[in-house]
């Protein structure tokens, strides 16, 4: 085992899992991003956790080359984007009857098994997209092109950890400038940005089952 063959793939899964993170694009991160405006910022932070889990695993498959796995089978990409898709719109109708502003993000109280089922969430949503196996082994296709990284098991979970940690990273660096910036925000702005988000989501699931009819 290579000390410096897994360092270079974990550091690999986390710069691609940080910058792939940054567009809001996606049920999760518009779901994520939500709680936080709405002042929940430690349900945003569990649902990030479960998502960063399922992104890892599907990092490490790809990484393993089960890309040719879901391209045999069509079917799955196709049900995949109708899921998706339906639950962007869902989420979508569902910000816009959502009420904000309320409470400052760390005041929000937990409730009992709020953790456990926001992680569950989070995981769930990330699992049943297997369009991210196809994205990470455009990423594992580049990182081989450069021949640094020697392919094995062990470069695999490394690899699948730093895309985990690239992904909360991220949506750390995020929430803390929500958090910081929560008590300057107008009541309307916040709105706002709510159904700005809402009309996102909507139109973006609208558009994926449109892609998969």
């Known amino acids: 085992m290579d000390p410096l063959n897994l360092l270079i793939a974990a550091l690999g899964g986390f ?11 996606g049920p999760l ?12 910022l430690a349900s945003a932070r569990h649902l990030v956790r479960g998502g960063a889990v399922g992104e890892g695993t599907y990092a490490v498959l790809a990484f393993l080359g089960l890309r040719a796995l879901v391209e045999a089978h069509p079917w799955i990409l196709g049900a995949s984007k109708l899921f998706t898709a339906a639950l962007l719109i869902a989420i979508g109708i569902a910000l816009l009857r959502t009420n904000v502003g309320a409470p400052r993000p760390q005041s929000a109280p937990a409730r009992p098994g709020a953790a456990k089922k926001s992680v569950l969430i989070g995981f769930t949503i990330t699992i049943c997209n297997p ?9 594992v296709t ?18 699948g950890a730093g895309a985990i940690g690239g992904k ?10 929500i958090e910081q ?10 709105k706002s940005v709510m159904r700005t988000m809402a009309a996102c989501a909507t139109c973006l699931g609208l558009w994926l089952a449109w892609r998969a009819i």
């Open 142 to 159: 580049a990182l081989y092109s450069f021949q640094v990284v020697r392919f094995s098991l062990p470069a695999a979970l490394a690899f």
């Open 131 to 139: 369009t991210l196996l196809v994205s990470w082994s455009a990423v």
């Open 15 to 25: 710069a691609s899992s940080f910058v792939g993170s940054i567009p809001v694009a």
């Open 168 to 177: 909360i990273s991220w949506f750390h660096v995020l929430f803390r400038f």
């Open 181 to 190: 910036r929560y008590d300057r925000m107008e009541r309307d702005t916040l």
């Open 29 to 40: 991160a518009v779901l994520a991003i939500a709680s936080a405006t709405r002042g929940e």
